[in-house]
């Protein structure tokens, strides 16, 4: 079983700049979440995709942007970055919804990518 | 801004001390997870409670769920060092999202 794992592992960039980060979910999920985590704090919770589809976002701007693919892999995107995005940035995939809509499945995450804007 | 409450913040004990830390909500919760993370690392799941009441135990770990199920705790009997890290609790909010505590901090004197 291949779990969470997610690229690159540290990142610089300016203000004002674009990045991507990517995730490969465990073998066997299909749905992903991102989850932003500030210093010592608890992880924010951005979006989630089930089957390539957003199905729920957290309290972030739209240029927080997202993909999943066929394979269930995910791409996070921020545009126009600001110092304020600064933090650990973790992907985590699920076994997606058992009953009705509720996702009650636990959240198995990656070991995050470590944002720094400057 | 967070939908739980965790106290404490931080905790400090010598090795071979117990350890709680608690999760309060205003609503009625379907169910919560718990989650540890080591310094430097992830999240990693504890364990998930749904019934009113529910107690679990995994080890020196005991679980617990309010009867009114507001509330919830973990307690570790007899801290050893290989359960430094930040304790979160995190529960359900709407069909997608699940919204985390803001953590016990724990460390330990050996």
């Known amino acids: 079983e291949t779990g969470v794992t997610q690229s690159p592992t540290h990142l610089i960039k300016t203000r004002g700049q674009q990045v991507t980060l990517r995730c490969s979910s465990q073998s066997g999920h299909n749905t992903v979440s991102w989850y932003q985590q500030a210093l010592g704090q608890g992880p924010q919770f951005i979006f989630q995709y089930y089957r390539e589809e957003e199905n729920g976002r957290g309290n972030f701007p739209p240029r927080f942007s997202g993909l999943q693919f066929p394979n269930y892999s995910s791409e996070l995107n921020v545009n126009a970055l600001e110092l304020d995005d600064s933090a650990l940035y973790l992907c985590?995939?699920?076994?997606?919804?058992?009953?009705?809509?509720?996702?009650?499945?636990?959240?198995?995450f990656g070991n995050g990518t470590r944002l720094t804007v400057t | 801004g967070q939908q739980v409450m965790q106290i404490p913040q931080y905790q400090h004990v010598q090795e071979g001390e117990d350890f709680t830390t608690y999760c309060n909500s205003s609503t009625t919760l379907s169910n919560i997870q718990w989650y540890k993370q080591r310094p430097g690392g992830h999240p990693v799941f504890l364990i998930q409670l749904v019934k009113s009441g529910e107690v679990k135990k995994q080890k020196r770990l005991t679980f617990q769920f309010g009867e009114a199920k507001k509330n919830s705790s973990l307690h570790i009997t007899a801290t050893q060092t290989t359960d430094v890290g930040t304790y979160f609790c995190a529960l359900r909010k709407g069909a997608q999202k699940l919204v985390f505590g803001q953590g016990t901090r724990l460390t330990i004197n050996p």
């Open positions: 985590a995939s699920s076994s997606g919804p058992t009953t009705g809509v509720v996702d009650n499945s636990p959240l198995h």
